[in-house]
C-alpha cells in the first residue's frame, strides 16, 4: 500500500487488513569496513573481486545486498547516498502458498553478486521496508588481485 499519513494519531487505511505494520519510511544502510582477510599479507589497496555474500541474519527479512558502493561518511554534509545495483534478497520460496504472510527468516542468505575488482573490498546491505534487518555477521567470497592498481 503506498505511503499513508498520521492525522491525529491515527492511520486511515482504504480497506479492512488483518495485519499492518506501520513504520518511518527510512533507509538503512550497514557497510563493513575495507577488506584486509586476517592471517594474509596486508591486501590494502590491492584489487578484490567479490563475487558472492553470506549474510546471517535473526528475524529479518526485505534485505537487499551489494559490494563496493559510496561512503556515506565521505558526502559532504553527510547528505544522503542511493546505492544502485542491490540484489534483492528473495524471501518466498515455493514451500510458501501465495497470499500468506512471509514468515521473517532466521539463517544464512546466499547472494551472487555482480563482479567487481576494486580495492575497497567491501559488502553493503540495505533496507528499505519497515521490517526488521538483524545482521549477526557477514562473510565474503573473494579473490585477491595480485597487482596495486595504476
Do not use: H
Not at 46 to 73: A, F, H
Not at 107 to 128: H, L, R, S
Amino acid at each position: 500500500n503506498p505511503s499513508q499519513v498520521v492525522t491525529n494519531g491515527a492511520v486511515t487505511l482504504p480497506v479492512a487488513y488483518s495485519s499492518v505494520v506501520v513504520g518511518l519510511p527510512y533507509t538503512c544502510q550497514l557497510q563493513t569496513l575495507y577488506l584486509d582477510p586476517e592471517g594474509q599479507p596486508n591486501v590494502q589497496g590491492d584489487r578484490k573481486n567479490i563475487g558472492s555474500v553470506i549474510v546471517r541474519v535473526e528475524n529479518s527479512r526485505g534485505l537487499s545486498v551489494g559490494t563496493n558502493k559510496p561512503d556515506q561518511s565521505t558526502q559532504p554534509n553527510n547528505a544522503p547516498v542511493v546505492w544502485d545495483g542491490m540484489i534483492p534478497v528473495k524471501d518466498r520460496n515455493a514451500s510458501m502458498s501465495a497470499g500468506s504472510a512471509i514468515p521473517l527468516f532466521t539463517g544464512d542468505v546466499y547472494v551472487n553478486v555482480p563482479a567487481d575488482w576494486n580495492t575497497k573490498g567491501q559488502i553493503a546491505v540495505e533496507q528499505t521496508y519497515p521490517m526488521p534487518a538483524n545482521i549477526l555477521c557477514t562473510i565474503v567470497r573473494v579473490n585477491l588481485g595480485d597487482t596495486k592498481t595504476p
